[in-house]
């Protein structure tokens, strides 16, 4: 099983740029989180979604959108890249109940110059 | 204000040393806890986790958490540690109303020394 697939793993932008993270997963899971990982912080949750069609903010949404027009699929796009943006992505899926445990894709490390 | 919080934000030990970890929560209410750990550039794994019944749970790799209501704390700990435990341990808790979220504390980085 894939699990939960991120691509790209690096990128590099520059400041203003737009692009978008992709996450899949294969599980038929309902729920899936972006979230990044910035030194001394932990992660914090930036977008997440409970099904198709529906999704919400995190801690942190702002230059953040995301779509849900599939199960599978939770992309993060970045509409105008900022060098605060630089941090390492992580996406995450579990079962719609929570007395599950998340599974994590394997990381986007985002550099914005 | 922090909702989960790990205090300890650096921890160093030789090997053998015993470990403890940290972590509250300030949700009342009904909780999901977990424990995962990344290894230097690697995706975060479970190490544990607690859902109810006995609060005291064995995770992989001989470690176990306790889960203490009353003082809304789920702490990390090892008997011994190796070198092959130097890593970054998260805390995360799923508070069981609304969208049940998973948040994080900021994380436990811990090197063992040979």
């Known amino acids: 099983n894939a699990g939960v697939t991120q691509t790209p793993k690096f990128q590099v932008l520059k400041t203003g740029q737009s692009m978008t993270l992709q996450c899949a997963q294969d599980?038929?899971?309902?729920?899936m989180s972006w979230y990044r990982q910035d030194p001394g912080m932990g992660l914090r949750l930036i977008h997440y979604?409970?099904?198709?069609?529906?999704?919400d903010q995190g801690e942190v949404p702002n230059g953040y959108n995301v779509s849900r027009s599939t199960t599978e699929d939770f992309p993060l796009r970045l509409l105008s890249a900022a060098p605060s943006q630089t941090s390492v992505y992580f996406c995450?899926?579990?079962?719609?109940?929570?007395?599950?445990?998340?599974?994590f894709g394997q990381g986007t490390r985002l550099t914005v110059v | 204000a922090q909702s989960v919080s790990q205090h300890n934000h650096h921890v160093i030990l030789s090997e053998a040393a015993s470990l403890e970890l940290g972590c509250n929560y300030s949700?009342?209410?009904?909780?999901?806890l977990f424990w995962y750990v990344q290894y230097p550039g690697q995706h975060l794994q479970l190490l544990l986790k607690?859902?109810?019944?006995?609060?005291l749970v064995k995770g992989i790799k001989g470690f176990e958490a306790e889960f203490i209501k009353s003082k809304f704390s789920f702490n990390l700990r090892k008997p011994s540690v190796q070198w092959s435990d130097t890593a970054e341990y998260f805390c995360?808790?799923?508070?069981?109303?609304?969208?049940?979220?998973?948040?994080f504390g900021t994380g436990t980085r811990l090197l063992v020394s040979p």
């Open positions: 995450a899926s579990r079962a719609e109940q929570g007395r599950t445990e998340a599974f």
């Open positions: 599980m038929n899971h309902e729920y």
């Open positions: 979604s409970v099904g198709a069609g529906i999704t």
């Open positions: 949700y009342g209410g009904t909780v999901n």
């Open positions: 607690y859902f109810s019944g006995d609060p």
């Open positions: 995360a808790v799923i508070r069981n109303t609304g969208f049940q979220k998973l948040v």
